[in-house]
């Protein structure tokens, strides 16, 4: 043989040689693929057959839901009563019934002792009716929310006068045609789980009344009241609370009032630029330093606050205006 038919025997050895590498890796990629689309569709079908599917729980999983029905419908009855614990059964009264009870009451709390000539309010203070102390009747239907909002009214008068407020300044209510338009509870149904919790879904858990009183206390007094709020029976959210005071007489003993007056005189004399933007910084100083005032505090002999305060009641129905009076009443005469 010649070196040309080796040569060429050579590279037609090593062609045949690529060509079956070549032809393998083909065949082993394509098996690959297909191996793949077939896992693929396979998975589809089980993810089809499995969303489509009924589900059977276990009965071990059956039986752990109710007995979290069970648990969950426990705990709610035992909040719900905490909650209602403070709700208030009223008589039903006439319009004129009602009006004299709230002159005559009234008249008792204004006698309560505070800083103002000895009282704790004005002599002509209305406790947030001032419509019905100018002789504007109420109408009859009004009257199962009036007898609550009265009754609240005289829970903060008394927490307040019991624990050293200094005077009441102000009292507003919700107003009566607002409160009109929401649904009031209706009473609950006789004890059961399952009665309770459709009573939650169909209507509001509770009836809500909003005050807003202004008033002036010392520190002590302050917080001696806002604990007793939180202590009563009564269902009672403090939605907000601000308290402020102008001055401060253990500061100005310090010589902070000397100071206060001393600052605004450094930017005289500077140009009429200077002396504006003086100006300026001194006011929003000013400003920051009523702020900080009250910080230390002499909690007897100090200037009071004056507090604003938001509150909340709430009334859950278990005791419906009228209705559980009477019912309670004919209960009593029927046992005698």
């Not at 403070?86 to 002159?103: I, M, S, Y």
């Not at 209706?186 to 909003?210: I, S, Y």
């Amino acid at each position: 043989m010649n070196k040309n038919k080796i040569v060429m025997g050579s590279i037609g050895g090593v062609a045949a040689v690529a060509a079956l590498v070549l032809g393998y890796l083909t065949y082993a990629a394509w098996e690959e693929k297909v191996e793949n689309e077939d896992t693929l569709e396979g998975q589809k079908a089980n993810v089809k057959r499995l969303s489509n599917a009924k589900i059977a729980p276990s009965a071990a999983s059956v039986k752990a839901i109710e007995e979290n029905h069970k648990t969950l419908a426990i705990w709610f009855d035992k909040a719900f009563d905490v909650a209602s614990r403070g709700d208030k059964a009223f008589p039903r009264l006439t319009v004129a019934e009602f009006c004299n009870q709230l002159r005559e009451e009234a008249i008792e709390k204004r006698a309560l002792p505070g800083g103002v000539n000895g009282k704790l309010v004005d002599e002509d203070f209305a406790f947030g009716f001032r419509e019905l102390s100018e002789g504007s009747l109420p109408k009859p239907e009004t009257l199962p929310t009036l007898q609550r909002q009265w009754d609240d009214i005289k829970l903060f008068v008394d927490t307040l006068a019991t624990n050293g407020a200094v005077q009441l300044v102000s009292v507003e209510k919700s107003d009566v045609k607002a409160a009109e338009e929401q649904p009031r509870p209706a009473p609950p149904p006789p004890r059961g789980r399952n009665t309770r919790q459709q009573q939650v879904e169909e209507k509001p858990l509770a009836d809500a009344q909003t005050y807003t009183i202004v008033f002036l206390a010392r520190p002590l007094a302050l917080v001696k009241t806002i604990n007793e709020f939180a202590r009563t029976e009564r269902f009672i959210v403090v939605d907000s609370l601000v308290f402020e005071r102008a001055t401060d007489a253990l500061g100005d003993a310090l010589g902070g009032k000397d100071k206060e007056e001393a600052r605004p005189s450094r930017g005289r004399g500077r140009g009429r630029g200077r002396g504006r933007a003086s100006e300026e910084e001194a006011s929003a100083e000013g400003e920051s330093e009523v702020r900080r005032k009250g910080l230390v505090v002499d909690p007897v002999t100090d200037v009071p606050f004056t507090v604003t305060m938001k509150i909340t009641t709430y009334d859950f129905g278990t005791k419906a205006s009228g209705e559980a009076a009477e019912a309670g009443n004919e209960g009593e005469e029927e046992q005698k």
